[in-house]
């Protein structure tokens, strides 16, 4: 339908058509880096999930392959649903994922490349005694899903985790095994969270306290943390906790118990779930994956013929700043797609003003601002009100006036900005006079279409003593990737301008703080399209 073309992204995967969700499986192989995806190939909706399959040399240019593995068999009839890839030390890889059976219980079966001296890794094959776990005793057997790729451990055994719920406690159960066919329940949890119900898509890694490198997933000692995320089926958010592992008994214990797993911290506070990460070694870091889906109706989806994108993959480091969060920041290929940029020096934007930024086009962007709050607002703060109870979702959005923001850039705007996507910061000061700073991107009026969801998304970011206040736009048609204090705090909106599209849509700076006046740096790049097209046997990439 090319009524509805201009939302289709430009640099972000999605298959050519039809319905995908979670990412599944990534892993680099033989030169190439891998995706295989939650696919539906005989819809825009959910339902009879196989996985799809894409391959690219540099995570954003890609080729889509033929399917990988569709529902074909009794233990996996009702869906091939997620999974993970692990690479054994010989180079050789196994996936483990969930089938829905003919029975419609979940299980864990094994699958393997059927010929891996193909760098492409067209066909798989299912292992003869599929299912190789089945729920345990007290497991519902609509609550066991989602296999984690595998990790080493000094016993000589490897280690995975299932996420599953008990009652309304969020658990992830761990199983042992040394040939990947037969497991052995591991007693007690990995760790259990209570009230945050079913947990899917667990991921289980180390990240390095004291480098800046990524760890293989069996990595532990001296000098790494393990993060724990659960994406929350209740609520569709991941979120992760950085903690310990102690191989010993299995289990993990979180830094601190009142950010626990489900209750703290989000990978990305805007639309962004079922995420995944996995250890590229041909560059020694950690590169997540997450889901971007729709907030349109069903039916639009369906005239439209496709539903949801893949996030821009992220870097994970530890936070060696504030020792208390992960960085997620686009990976470096993401650069390659810049084109020619403008530059913006000490941009003066007072209180209550909307500046226009004259860039070229505005529908494919890299943004990167800084802004300064001048210090006479800043030190000014004593007679004002303390709002450092602000939550970005419940404060009226970047219309809501203080006095130290909301401040930031409207992008995806008409020039009349009747439609407008706010991505901002708002200072607020608490109760002991402190500020703290807020993070948001405000969807409200993002399109005036109005069987759209338009949320206020958005949090606490931390920032230190001495930094400026800095954030990175991913601009692509449809899809805004926000990264904020490299990448302490990230929001992804799904928008569905109507107005502000291709040549019409254009950039802002504003300021809508009743008390600060603000000074805002930016380079702009115009983004090249990625082209994602089929794998072809001629073509060289
Ligand atoms: N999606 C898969 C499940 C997983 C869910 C099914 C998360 O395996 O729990 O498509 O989005």
Same mark, same amino acid.
Request: glycine fraction near 8%; hydrophobic fraction near 35%; charge should be negative.
């Given at each position: 339908?090319?009524?509805?073309?201009?939302?289709?992204?430009?640099?972000?995967?999605?298959?050519?058509?039809?319905?995908?969700?979670?990412?599944?499986?990534?892993?680099? =192989?033989?030169?190439?880096?891998?995706?295989?995806?939650?696919?539906?190939?005989?819809?825009?909706?959910?339902?009879?999930? #196989?996985w799809?399959?894409?391959?690219?040399?540099?995570?954003i240019?890609?080729?889509?392959?033929?399917?990988?593995?569709?529902?074909?068999?009794?233990?996996?009839?009702?869906?091939?649903w997620?999974?993970?890839?692990?690479?054994?030390?010989?180079?050789?890889?196994?996936?483990?994922?969930? %089938?829905?059976?003919?029975?419609?219980?979940?299980?864990?079966?094994?699958?393997?490349?059927?010929?891996p001296?193909?760098?492409?890794?067209?066909?798989?094959? !299912?292992?003869?005694?599929?299912?190789?776990?089945?729920?345990p005793?007290?497991?519902?057997?609509l609550?066991?899903?989602d296999? #984690?790729?595998?990790?080493?451990?000094?016993? %000589?055994?490897?280690?995975?985790t299932?996420?599953?719920?008990?009652?309304?406690?969020?658990?992830?159960?761990?199983?042992?095994?040394?040939?990947?066919?037969?497991?052995?329940?591991?007693?007690?949890?990995?760790?259990?969270?209570?009230g945050?119900?079913?947990w899917?898509?667990?991921?289980?890694f180390?990240?390095?306290?004291?480098?800046?490198?990524?760890?293989?997933?069996?990595?532990?000692?001296?000098?790494?943390?393990?993060? +724990?995320?659960?994406?929350?089926?209740?609520?569709?958010?991941?979120? =992760?906790?950085?903690?310990t592992?102690?191989?010993?008994?299995?289990?993990? &214990?979180?830094?601190?118990?009142?950010?626990?797993?489900?209750?703290?911290?989000?990978?990305?506070?805007?639309?962004?779930?079922a995420?995944?990460?996995?250890?590229?070694?041909s560059?020694?870091?950690r590169?997540?994956?997450?889901? &971007?889906?729709?907030?349109?109706?069903?039916?639009?989806?369906?005239?439209k013929?496709?539903?949801?994108?893949q996030?821009?993959?992220?870097?994970?480091?530890?936070?060696?700043?504030?020792?208390?969060?992960?960085?997620?920041?686009?990976?470096?290929?993401?650069?390659?797609?810049?084109?020619?940029?403008?530059?913006?020096? !000490?941009?003066?934007?007072?209180?209550?003003?909307?500046?226009? +930024?004259?860039?070229? #086009?505005?529908?494919?962007l890299?943004?990167?601002?800084?802004?300064v709050?001048?210090?006479a607002?800043?030190?000014?703060t %004593?007679?004002?009100?303390?709002?450092?109870?602000?939550?970005?979702?419940?404060?009226?959005g970047?219309?809501?006036r203080?006095?130290?923001?909301?401040?930031?850039?409207?992008?995806?705007?008409?020039?009349?900005l009747?439609?407008?996507?706010?991505? =901002?910061?708002?200072i607020?000061?608490?109760?002991?006079?402190?500020?703290?700073t807020?993070?948001?991107?405000?969807?409200?009026?993002?399109?005036?279409?109005?069987?759209?969801?338009?949320?206020?998304?958005?949090?606490?970011?931390?920032?230190l003593?001495?930094?400026? +206040?800095?954030?990175? +736009?991913?601009?692509?048609?449809?899809?805004?990737?926000?990264?904020?204090?490299?990448g302490? #705090?990230?929001?992804?909106?799904?928008v569905?301008?109507?107005?502000?599209?291709?040549?019409?849509?254009?950039?802002?700076?504003?300021?809508?703080?009743?008390?600060?006046?603000?000074?805002?740096?930016?380079?702009?790049?115009?983004?090249?399209?990625?082209?994602?097209?089929?794998?072809?046997?001629?073509?060289?990439?």
């Amino acid at each position: 339908n090319l009524m509805l073309s201009w939302q289709r992204t430009a640099f972000h995967f999605q298959p050519e058509n039809n319905w995908m969700n979670d990412p599944n499986g990534p892993l680099y =192989y033989k030169g190439w880096y891998h995706l295989f995806y939650q696919y539906n190939p005989d819809g825009a909706v959910w339902g009879n999930i #196989t996985w799809g399959h894409a391959v690219s040399k540099d995570l954003i240019h890609w080729l889509y392959l033929p399917l990988a593995m569709i529902p074909d068999q009794w233990y996996d009839i009702n869906g091939v649903w997620t999974g993970s890839a692990t690479q054994l030390p010989d180079g050789s890889i196994v996936v483990l994922y969930t %089938g829905s059976t003919d029975k419609m219980v979940q299980v864990q079966n094994l699958a393997y490349p059927a010929d891996p001296s193909d760098p492409l890794l067209l066909r798989w094959a !299912k292992y003869p005694g599929n299912p190789v776990i089945i729920p345990p005793p007290g497991i519902g057997s609509l609550d066991f899903r989602d296999p #984690t790729t595998a990790w080493f451990t000094p016993d %000589g055994k490897w280690r995975l985790t299932v996420g599953s719920k008990f009652h309304k406690t969020g658990i992830s159960l761990v199983y042992q095994t040394t040939n990947f066919t037969t497991y052995d329940l591991v007693d007690g949890v990995l760790h259990a969270v209570p009230g945050t119900g079913m947990w899917e898509c667990v991921d289980f890694f180390p990240v390095s306290t004291t480098d800046e490198n990524g760890l293989d997933t069996s990595v532990n000692g001296p000098g790494v943390k393990h993060v +724990l995320k659960a994406s929350l089926d209740d609520t569709k958010e991941d979120y =992760y906790a950085l903690g310990t592992y102690y191989v010993e008994n299995d289990t993990w &214990i979180p830094d601190n118990p009142v950010a626990d797993v489900g209750i703290g911290m989000i990978y990305d506070y805007g639309n962004f779930y079922a995420s995944k990460t996995f250890y590229d070694q041909s560059k020694q870091r950690r590169v997540l994956w997450g889901w &971007i889906g729709e907030t349109d109706s069903e039916n639009a989806d369906i005239e439209k013929g496709w539903a949801s994108v893949q996030s821009i993959p992220r870097v994970v480091t530890f936070d060696h700043k504030t020792r208390s969060n992960i960085l997620q920041w686009p990976v470096k290929e993401t650069e390659s797609l810049r084109l020619s940029s403008d530059e913006f020096d !000490k941009v003066e934007v007072p209180a209550g003003s909307v500046v226009p +930024l004259n860039v070229s #086009t505005a529908t494919q962007l890299d943004i990167i601002a800084e802004f300064v709050v001048d210090n006479a607002s800043l030190e000014g703060t %004593g007679t004002i009100e303390a709002d450092g109870g602000y939550d970005c979702s419940t404060s009226g959005g970047a219309a809501g006036r203080g006095a130290l923001g909301p401040f930031g850039l409207l992008v995806l705007a008409d020039k009349s900005l009747a439609e407008q996507t706010p991505v =901002y910061f708002y200072i607020a000061k608490d109760i002991d006079g402190h500020l703290k700073t807020f993070f948001c991107a405000d969807e409200s009026r993002s399109s005036l279409a109005n069987d759209v969801g338009k949320h206020v998304y958005g949090s606490l970011v931390p920032v230190l003593d001495g930094e400026k +206040l800095t954030m990175r +736009l991913l601009v692509d048609h449809s899809i805004v990737e926000s990264f904020a204090q490299g990448g302490r #705090t990230v929001i992804t909106s799904r928008v569905y301008p109507t107005e502000a599209i291709y040549g019409a849509a254009r950039v802002f700076l504003f300021n809508n703080a009743t008390g600060a006046s603000v000074t805002a740096s930016l380079k702009i790049w115009q983004m090249n399209s990625a082209f994602i097209h089929p794998y072809s046997n001629e073509q060289e990439m």
